[in-house]
């Protein structure tokens, strides 16, 4: 079975940092998704994004939040300066179509101190 | 938010059938039923999904019902890898809108 893959698993960073969380997605996947976990709470919508832009995004992901596909095989999330309210599990996945199945990764522990 | 309501949690029995039941009496006519799960530690993994008719695959089976208003997750024999927050999500856009979902636990 295909997989998702996302790195680092953790990361700990200051507030007021910038972190870039990184993803692979599955290699014929069109389609590329990010949602974040806090801990304890419901998996929330954070940003879909096909054909090199954003498709949709929650009012989660505001100014602070960007994404990008530097290549033909990553995926990132960039948080430019993180609040202790970023720390949370971030996870990105990715599908074939936009109604088809999302494939998720292990996800990316963010704590922000 | 999420559209769909489930029990909070479920228990069940090891090698038994479990039948997760979700309502979703606003799904229109182009919204596919989602069925996701998260184990403990882990990201959440699709399970099963349907538009109208009943599904079957390896891991599950979905039960649709004809109005479409609610449907029903069907673990044909649980075992304790089962054990996870089941989530029931009705998809009219690319996103998934997750719920609280139901914490199923299998007891040995």
């Known amino acids: 079975e295909p997989e998702v893959t996302q790195t680092p698993s953790h990361q700990v960073t200051q507030m007021g940092q910038e972190v870039i969380l990184r993803c692979v997605p599955i290699s014929n996947h069109l389609y590329f998704y990010w949602y974040r976990q806090i801990l304890g709470q419901k998996v929330e919508f954070l940003v879909s994004f096909y054909n090199n832009e954003i498709s949709e995004k929650s009012e989660i992901f505001d100014d602070q939040f960007s994404v990008e596909r530097p290549d033909g095989s990553n995926f990132t999330l960039k948080i430019r300066s993180t609040k202790l309210e970023d720390s949370a599990m971030y996870f990105c996945a990715s599908s074939e179509a936009w109604e088809a199945k999302q494939y998720f990764g292990p996800g990316t522990r963010l704590t922000v101190t | 938010d999420a559209k769909t309501t489930q029990p909070n949690s479920m228990e069940s029995n090891e090698e038994e059938p479990v039948h997760l039941p979700c309502n979703h009496s606003t799904i229109s006519g182009t919204d596919y039923i989602h069925w996701y799960r998260q184990l403990p530690s882990q990201g959440p993994e699709y399970v099963i999904h349907?538009?109208?008719s009943n599904v079957n695959n390896r891991m599950a089976s979905l039960a649709i019902a004809e109005d479409r208003k609610s449907s029903t997750l069907i673990l044909h024999r649980a075992t304790l890898r089962d054990a996870a927050v089941y989530y029931c999500i009705t998809q009219g856009a690319q996103k998934l809108v997750f719920g609280q979902g139901t914490r199923l636990t299998i007891n040995p």
């Open positions: 349907g538009l109208t």
